[in-house]
């Protein structure tokens, strides 16, 4: 590609609406451009990169046996209803009527379709183990889209399908999928790691997330400072201070019909609305005095209250009220925005006060919510581990990092075959649901997660197997004809020898072009200037401080 054919999007100042660096970059690079809230058109050069990962992974995903499907973005209902997930999902789903007044949604994953598919095309166990991926546009209504691509309400995701006979066999087929995702991300130039997840309604340590550290991350990551342990903290429970005994004794006393356990509540917070509740607060006494939910998760009342299995007449509580409910508990369980140290304190203000059930967040909080009338249990087994607390594996040190996650792989087992019908014949001639799993990429989180990772003050840093461009020719002077020759020969020589090579032939000067080949990214630059008298050019890499010169005739190896 030659610059003076491009159209070059490249800008120099940093755009007001971009708060990370890797959105500032993608948009200043020109590799995409906003359209609307979370919604992005990619550029050639941010195309390039995409299209880049997208064969890696695609690479990966044949090497295992996996084989490449493209199913609709646009989903019937029915099959929605079917799962239940019609409902459950919420105001995420974009939905569309036909013509007819059908409802469908825009996918914002498949496992529905590909049980389908499944469903019709699989009949007997000697087809099976089978794996069908595709890498395809899914839409999310995000409650709140944020830097660019990596939380967007379109976005690209490589996500696979395993159907399996048995549970030895889904084992299998999860593990090559967990050995292609750290062959992947290595790949991409990036440090992701695989933490235990949260599996929820399912149970069993059957989730795995990749998760990159980072501190735009969303994510609360738990590492062991002394073993391999990692685990979202959504995951990874403590060893309970309260014991079960000394709260059962608090429980039952009040019967109601609507009152749910504990266990059903933490595992309403984990699956059915995960993103929106999570902080149980509770006080001495192992009493729940506060359920706190993070700012920028979607929720409202109702939710808080069908979680709670109906609350009655209650109260919005001031903030005034919440603050001090919550500075008087003493214990948490779940990822928190507020600083366990301020949780430590009388225990008398706290019993002053009923339970409080919310979110952070202004006019969404009941008060007076009763323990044992509204929900009873124990809650020992679910208070989520915090910094500096015993790993549970080795009994080290555990620390906190933020997290981004670009990949989750997960065991589904019967989920959805059971309540799709996805059925076929064993070897004894019985129907048998399929035993699933399902893993997913965020591709274009991946893009942006590359970024985050590699970047400095002048640009991007691109890893090389997924740079928009291996190498930029830079004639110094575009009106020199001699300079202007050597650039198109070693311009053309590279490109025949399959290098992926773009020149700047644009009449600028210099010092543009250089800066443009920074904020692109670009890992090797070739300076095509006086040099060339005594057949020598200026080689370069991005993230190298020295100019090396050499001769002409080496430059192909230089690359290679
Ligand atoms: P998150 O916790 O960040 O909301 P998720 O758990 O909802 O992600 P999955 O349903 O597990 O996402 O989807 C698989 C992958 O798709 C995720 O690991 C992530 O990389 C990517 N992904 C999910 N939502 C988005 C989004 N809004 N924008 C970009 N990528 C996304
Ligand atoms: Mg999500
Ligand atoms: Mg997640
Ligand atoms: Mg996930």
């Known amino acids: 590609m030659k610059m003076s054919n491009m159209l070059v999007l490249t800008m120099k100042e940093v755009p007001a609406e971009a708060e990370i660096s890797s959105h500032q970059l993608m948009l200043r690079a020109g590799m995409m451009r906003k359209m609307a809230s979370g919604i992005y058109n990619y550029m050639p050069l941010g195309l390039k990169v995409l299209k880049k990962v997208e064969d890696i992974v695609r690479e990966e995903m044949n090497n295992t046996g996996a084989q490449e499907f493209l199913a609709s973005a646009m989903i019937p209902g029915e099959l929605w209803q079917e799962s239940g997930r019609w409902d459950a999902y919420g ?13 469908f949604c825009l996918g914002p994953t498949h496992e529905e379709v590909f049980t389908d598919i499944a469903r019709n095309e699989i009949k007997s166990y000697k087809q099976l183990p089978i794996n069908l991926y595709q890498i395809q546009t899914k839409y999310r209504d995000e409650r709140r889209p944020r830097f660019g691509v990596m939380r967007s309400r379109e976005f690209v995701m490589k996500d696979a399908y395993s159907f399996d006979k048995d549970q030895e066999g889904l084992d299998i087929s999860y593990n090559k999928m967990h050995d292609a995702y750290v062959r992947i991300f290595n790949r991409c130039g990036l440090d992701a790691k695989p933490v235990e997840a949260d599996s929820g309604a399912i149970g069993g340590s059957n989730s795995a997330e990749f998760m990159v550290k980072s501190e735009v991350g969303e994510d609360d990551v738990v590492f062991c400072t002394c073993c391999d342990y990692a685990a979202n903290i959504e995951k990874a429970v403590s060893t309970p201070e309260i014991s079960q005994e000394e709260t059962k004794k608090d429980l039952g006393e009040v019967e109601t019909p609507n009152a749910r356990t504990i266990e059903e509540l933490v595992k309403f917070f984990n ?16 009493k729940i005095v506060a359920v706190m939910v993070r700012g920028d998760r979607e929720v409202n009342e109702t939710k808080v209250a069908n979680a709670l299995g109906g609350v009655n007449n209650l109260q919005m509580a001031t903030e005034a009220e919440v603050k001090k409910a919550t500075s008087a508990a003493i214990g948490f369980a779940g990822p928190i925005g507020i600083n366990v140290d301020t949780l430590l304190v009388d225990n008398e203000v706290a019993n002053m006060y009923n339970f409080i059930v919310g979110a952070n967040k202004t006019g969404y909080h009941y008060e007076n919510v009763n323990y044992g009338r ?7 087994d679910f208070r989520n581990i915090t910094e500096g607390e015993k790993c549970p594996k080795c009994g080290g040190e555990v620390t906190i990092a933020r997290g981004t996650e670009v990949g989750h792989i997960f065991k589904l087992g019967t989920k959805y075959s059971e309540a799709m019908n996805a059925n076929f014949i064993d070897e004894n001639g019985q129907s048998k649901p399929f035993i699933m ?27 090389l ?5 291996e190498v930029s020719v830079i004639p110094v002077n575009s009106k020199d004809e001699e300079q202007m020759k050597v650039a198109e020969e070693i311009y053309a020589q590279l490109k025949v020898l399959g290098v992926d090579v773009i020149m700047d032939d644009r009449k600028e000067r210099a010092g543009v072009k250089f800066k ?5 990214g670009i890992p090797m630059r070739i300076t095509v200037g006086k040099k060339i008298a005594e057949g020598q050019v200026e080689f370069k890499l991005r993230n190298a401080e020295d100019t090396e010169t050499i001769n002409i005739a080496d430059v192909y190896n230089r690359v290679k």
């Not at 443009?516 to 692109?520: A, F, P, Y």
Request: proline share 3%.
């Open 374 to 380: 509204d929900f009873k249990g124990t809650l020992g």
């Open 271 to 286: 699956t059915t609305e995960k993103k929106f509740a999570k902080t149980l607060i509770f006080n001495a006494d192992g």
């Open 91 to 103: 105001a995420e789903m974009f939905r569309v009527k036909d013509r007819n007044d059908r409802d």
């Open 465 to 469: 197997a997924v740079a928009p461009y």
């Open 437 to 463: 799993g399902c893993y997913g990429i965020g591709v274009t989180r991946t893009v942006a997660s590359i970024i985050e990772q590699n970047h400095d003050e002048n640009g991007i840093v691109w890893p």
């Open 516 to 520: 443009d080949s920074d904020l692109m």
